[in-house]
């Protein structure tokens, strides 16, 4: 993984035995992570088995459960596919959140007077759009000094995630606050004018934006020439430029398209669930799903279920820690701990040959007078 | 206007750029030193918050701010050394480890702390500062300058000290090929895992020191977050410093400036929103990568692992 | 002089596809010059890794002065008196060269850079060489860099200094120094192990002579037995140790038959000109020599050799030439269409193709199958992938098994991952994209390099049969002077960044001439 994305290793395993050991490999880290957790649990003085009840429970299983992990999922996937593309090309898109935030200011803050102003669906693309132009310039600065110039794209998107997050507070403060709370928040749109949803539930269709998302990902990252080019780019720069691949061109565009469907993600979580936006509100899915990306080996498809996992978690989470009387930032440790152990587990290789030394290539490793 | 230019309002601006900067010079060294040797410190967030947290309990029960500082070190040690076995031991990938070590020091400070104080913050009684007689008494300088805490002259010799160990150690020389050409380092044989694990451990102690120096004399209470992005500015400076622990002292001073601008202006009744207070050091890393980084100097083997017998 | 200083015995080691020495014995004497021959791929490197501790041996032993010694790492290496001198230079190009000499060395924690000083002279000047202690490595010419790296050894008190293929970086007048340098450490004491594929240097200075041949011991010829075999005998001896029976079919190579010397038949070529460079200036980094007002020709089915000492921007006019560095200046003709600002795509659609030297970092792609790979110039483009992009699979598949056919790639198949295969395969991927679909001109870069001598054979001849009937015209950009005589039409020398002459590939003192040009004499054209 030194040079960019992930490799995606192919076995020459029989097709049961591969999909078994994916499997695996992306669940091991999750149930490891789940039992330091309850290790945690226990220190604090809670019941590990209470808690994660409560979890799945109020995540999953209860009307308002699965209802609401479909609601949470939307923007999820959106974002989600948004980092595979960047991350496929190597282009390490931390500043998601101050993405998000933005987008949604700008939605938020346009909504009343865009949804006053025209029909429903005209409205509600129009936003759309608005998210979507808003997340994906954001990217722009850094990605064009990362195409020119060369610089590490980890530290200006950071930079501008900030920014952003400031931003956007300043504007929900400033020239788009709602004169009728005394809170700081956007003018609010009616439920009517927002995105449609299904009969009886609370899901509103923002869940298929997102699965199309996820599907239109994985077909032009996996089947076409575009998702080739990035993921040349992605797995040796020098090679992309040895086949005259436009690098600053794919830079540039890639930044933009990630950028974008973040964009989209919060477009679709203010149109969809809120109607409004308040100021210092950041529900931060960037950072956590950065971990559920890579475990998900940069695959759209694989995304979804650790992503609905997530969403269990992020639902049940806060009711589960409300039970207990714990933060819900006990739920950021997990995650915490879901990515150290997933670095880990690339330790476990994929083939048989490299897990049948693991003992040994563990032990070699760790002296640090070692040689391969 | 002239306001600006008041004693007042420059004593409260250089007391804060020191206040501010001095986190971003024990942050800015450690990681100076890690990207000397090629480790990508990443996660130097979470390294400073860790600290922060250690130090402020241990400054709150041990009594004395330098327990506190001590504890932000051994803290830092700590996470140094997981992050020396799965990068350097283990050769996994830098920058995952390194989100990984910022997302366990943001949840796992902000759940202790609200586990051990709920939302009470308790707070800290100021560090003491040492006035140096004579120098104290200039206008301006002598009260921001001049009386610091012995803590801040530490951070002046720390420069110097980094320096020396770069420039005049074997250590140093080790550390800087480890960076630039680990192969010559390991055909010279010197183990490269050795000097990029001294590294990291120094990076992490140092990181540590800055989030206790944060927590303990800056703000003298802790806070969930309360880094704030400083120690991915602590990453800008180290780089734009090109190798150079002086550089890294002026550039930890220009950002804390402007950490401290918003609080100075307020001393003399300026009122700045806070967001936009927020916003200035960031958009200051972005001016100045933007205006500078085409010349910043970062190692050539920075962020690869090493593995004897690769060509 | 009884006691080995050295004694490898019964070295075994194993790769995951090869055996790279298999229960090899070695002696290496003090005041000899002991050279290892063989060819690529023989296991002589790997042999020498493993005696300067950068690889393990599955088993085997290692002797110093008759007892065996542990040799886990370089750090064992050094303290036993080994010094080693690599193929790929191991300095830091951002020290000074004391700070160079100083690395590794056992010592203060304080550096005591007076004492350093003092050793530095002391054992540059033993070597004759003459080279600031202070000077920026980085910016020396590769030969004093390989210098800076024997006084190196030298300073660590090494008693057994091995050299790496050391002549692949330098130009003739250079190899002639290092022989000398080589004779006088070797008659203070040293042990000097030569290593090299290259029969006529080596055997010029060789005292005692060993073969490995595909991971065994192969032959060995003692001081007394070199006395008394004629310089002729000697050759034939040992290409028969290298290559066992098929000595004949392969001894017609330049390198292991005869002296460098020209074809001598001078071909004639059209008139039309399938390249041509006028004043040509590109962009260049900060440690880089760039390319700096190159102008030259060459003609439909034409070799058009390269030559130069490594590092005068032989890599930097390969880039121009295939569209991966921006021309600042000058025209970049082929055939007759003016090129200069157009890109790699392009170009290599009109059929200007580039067989780069960095197969793994550059030329191919590990993480994708062959058949991306072999495709990889062609992303997006029909047959292959539909007009909206989509990827179709059965063409792919197709042609990567035919071209994987025509150039010998063994593989499992078209789906296999490239970084799986072996170098050699690797090499024929490249060769295998850059050669198909119509080719018009294809620059090499050291083509051949680490390719052992059968499939080295193979891509000469392809070359010569190319350019045969004018079809397909080649630079070759190579260190390897005894390829480029034995291939080229004419040879341009790079020095510094600039063609320091271009010369015609007949006549006697050719090789002279381009020794010359290859240290900066002669400047300006010089085509006869």
Redesign the interface.
């Known amino acids: 993984m030194s040079d960019g994305a992930p490799s995606r290793p192919e076995s020459a395993a029989p097709r049961g035995g591969r999909f078994w050991s994916r499997m695996l490999r992306a669940l091991g880290p999750v149930l490891a992570a789940l039992a330091v957790g309850a290790l945690i649990l226990l220190l604090l003085g809670r019941d590990p088995l209470v808690f994660y009840g409560d979890l799945f429970r109020a995540g999953l299983v209860s009307a308002s459960g699965w209802q609401g992990m479909i609601t949470r999922l939307a923007p999820l996937l959106l974002i989600g596919t948004g980092f595979i593309v960047a991350f496929r090309a190597g282009l390490w898109n931390i500043g998601g959140d101050g993405q998000f935030v933005l987008s949604a200011a700008f939605v938020a803050g346009l909504a009343p007077a865009v949804m006053s102003s025209v029909s429903r669906p005209t409205g509600l693309v129009l936003l759309a759009l608005v998210g979507m132009v808003v997340g994906g310039g954001w990217t722009l600065l850094p990605a064009l000094l990362k195409a020119w110039y060369g610089i590490n794209e980890i530290i200006t998107t950071l930079m501008m995630s900030f920014i952003g997050i400031n931003l956007a507070n300043l504007l929900i403060k400033g020239p788009w606050r709602s004169a009728e709370t005394t809170v700081p928040q956007t003018g609010a749109v009616p439920l009517s004018d927002l995105l449609p949803r299904f009969g009886g539930t609370t899901i509103h269709v923002g869940i298929v934006v997102g699965m199309l998302s996820v599907l239109v990902g994985w077909y032009v990252l996996d089947r076409h020439a575009v998702g080739l080019r990035l993921t040349i780019l992605g797995a040796n720069p020098r090679a992309a430029v040895h086949a005259g691949l436009h690098v600053k061109r794919i830079i540039v565009v890639t930044f933009f398209v990630s950028g974008a469907l973040i964009g989209l993600a919060a477009a679709v979580e203010i149109l969809g669930v809120w109607g409004y936006m308040r100021a210092d509100w950041n529900p931060g899915f960037g950072l956590a799903l950065f971990a559920l990306v890579f475990l998900a080996r940069l695959s759209p498809l694989a995304m979804v279920p650790l992503a609905a996992f997530y969403a269990v978690l992020e639902i049940g989470g806060h009711e589960a820690a409300r039970r207990s009387g714990l933060d819900y930032d006990f739920i950021l440790v997990l995650i915490a701990l879901v990515l150290l152990f997933l670095a880990v587990s690339q330790l476990l290789g994929s083939s048989r040959d490299e897990r049948r030394g693991l003992a040994t290539r563990l032990v070699a490793r760790l002296n640090p007078r070692r040689q391969p | 206007m002239s306001e600006l230019l008041s004693a007042t309002f420059l004593t409260a601006l250089v007391s804060g750029a020191i206040l501010a900067g001095l986190p971003l010079l024990f942050a800015g060294l450690g990681e100076l030193v890690g990207e000397q040797s090629g480790i990508l410190g990443i996660g130097m967030e979470g390294y400073m918050l860790l600290g922060a947290y250690a130090g402020f309990n241990g400054a709150l029960y041990g009594g004395s701010p330098w327990v506190g500082m001590l504890c932000g070190v051994v803290a830092g040690l700590a996470i140094g050394s997981v992050v020396m076995l799965l990068s350097v031991r283990l050769g996994l990938d830098q920058v995952v480890v390194g989100i990984g070590v910022i997302l366990l020091g943001e949840g796992l400070t902000s759940l202790l702390h609200a586990v051990q104080f709920g939302a009470s913050y308790p707070r800290l009684g100021e560090m003491n500062d040492l006035p140096i007689p004579l120098l104290s008494r200039i206008p301006v300088l002598g009260e921001s300058v001049f009386s610091q805490p012995l803590i801040f002259w530490a951070g002046i010799a720390l420069v110097f000290m980094v320096r020396w160990m770069l420039r005049s150690t074997r250590w140093g020389l080790d550390l800087r090929a480890a960076g630039e050409k680990p192969r010559a380092l390991d055909a010279a044989g010197v183990s490269v895992i050795a000097v990029r694990s001294w590294a990291v451990l120094v990076s992490g102690a140092l990181g540590g020191l800055g989030g206790a120096y944060l927590a303990v004399v800056s703000a003298g209470v802790f806070v969930a977050y309360m880094t704030n992005g400083l120690g991915f500015i602590a990453i800008v400076v180290a780089m734009l410093a090109r190798g150079r622990p002086g550089w890294v002292l002026g550039g930890s001073l220009i950002f804390g400036l402007c950490l401290s601008v918003a609080t100075a202006l307020q001393v003399i009744g300026v009122d700045v929103p806070t967001d936009i207070v927020y916003m200035l050091p960031f958009l200051a890393v972005m001016v100045a990568l933007a205006a500078f980084a085409r010349r910043s100097y970062l190692p050539a083997a920075l962020g690869v692992p090493y593995g004897r017998g690769e060509r | 002089m009884d006691v080995p200083a050295v004694e490898l015995r019964g070295i075994t080691k194993v790769f995951p596809r090869v055996v790279a020495n298999d229960r090899v014995d070695l002696c290496l004497f003090g005041g000899e010059i002991h050279a290892l021959l063989g060819e690529n791929g023989a296991g002589k490197s790997t042999l020498m890794?493993i005696l300067?501790?950068?690889?393990?041996p599955d088993s085997g032993t290692v002797l110093i002065d008759g007892m065996p010694v542990k040799m886990?790492?370089?750090?064992?290496?050094?303290?036993h008196g080994i010094g080693?001198v690599?193929q790929?230079l191991?300095?830091?190009?951002?020290?000074t060269v004391l700070?160079?000499v100083?690395?590794?060395?056992r010592?203060?924690?304080?550096?005591d850079r007076k004492r350093a000083r003092r050793a530095y002279l002391e054992s540059a000047g033993s070597l004759g060489a003459d080279i600031q202690p202070d000077a920026m490595t980085g910016d020396l010419p590769l030969g004093r860099q390989q210098q800076v790296e024997i006084i190196?050894a030298l300073a660590s008190g090494a008693r057994v200094l091995i050299l790496d293929e050391p002549t692949a970086l330098l130009a003739p007048a250079e190899v002639v120094d290092l022989q000398r340098a080589m004779r006088s450490l070797s008659e203070r004491g040293m042990a000097v192990v030569l290593i090299s594929h290259k029969l006529p240097e080596a055997l010029e200075v060789a005292d005692r002579v060993s073969v490995l041949r595909a991971g065994r011991a192969a032959g060995h010829l003692t001081p007394d037995e070199l006395r008394n075999l004629s310089s002729e005998r000697t050759r034939e001896v040992v290409v028969r140790m290298m290559f066992g029976d098929d000595a004949d079919a392969l001894s017609d190579l330049a390198e292991v038959s005869l002296p460098a010397t020209s074809i001598g038949v001078r071909r004639t070529l059209p008139e039309k000109f399938a390249l041509r460079l006028d004043g040509v200036s590109a962009t260049r980094e900060r440690q880089e020599t760039g390319v700096g007002e190159v102008s030259f020709e060459v003609r439909r089915g034409e070799i058009f050799g390269v030559a130069g000492v490594e590092g005068n921007g032989q890599r930097e006019l390969a880039e121009v030439l295939?569209?991966?560095r921006t021309v600042t200046s000058g025209v970049l003709e082929f055939e007759g269409e003016d090129v200069t600002h157009l890109?790699?795509?392009e170009r290599?659609r009109r059929g200007l193709r580039?067989v780069?030297e960095?197969r793994m970092?550059?030329?191919?792609?590990?993480?994708?199958p062959v058949s991306?790979n072999l495709l990889?110039?062609h992303?997006?483009r029909r047959p292959y992938?539909t007009r909206g992009?989509?990827?179709v699979r059965g063409a792919v598949r197709k042609t990567a098994g035919e071209i994987m056919q025509e150039f010998d790639v063994r593989a499992p198949s078209p789906?296999t991952?490239c970084g799986t295969l072996s170098g050699g395969n690797i090499q024929k991927v490249v060769l295998g994209r850059e050669l198909s679909f119509a080719p018009r001109l294809v620059v090499y870069d050291k083509p051949t390099q680490g390719l052992d001598a059968r499939t080295t054979r193979a891509l000469r001849l392809r070359i010569q049969q190319m350019a045969a009937g004018h079809e397909v015209a080649a630079v070759l950009i190579s260190s390897d002077l005894d390829e480029l005589l034995a291939l080229c039409d004419r040879i341009g020398v790079m020095y510094r960044g600039s063609l320091a002459g271009i010369v015609e590939n007949s006549g006697p003192d050719v090789v002279e001439r381009l020794g010359r040009l290859m240290l900066g004499g002669d400047r300006g054209r010089a085509v006869e």
């Open positions: 890794h300067a501790g950068v690889l393990r886990d790492d370089p750090g064992d290496a050094r303290a080693m690599y790929h191991t300095l830091v190009p951002g020290f700070e160079n100083m690395l590794g060395g010592g203060t924690f304080r550096l190196k295939a569209g991966q890109g790699v795509s290599e580039f780069t960095d970092g550059e030329g191919t792609v590990s993480s994708l991306i990889l110039k992303v997006g992938w992009g989509r990827t789906e991952l």
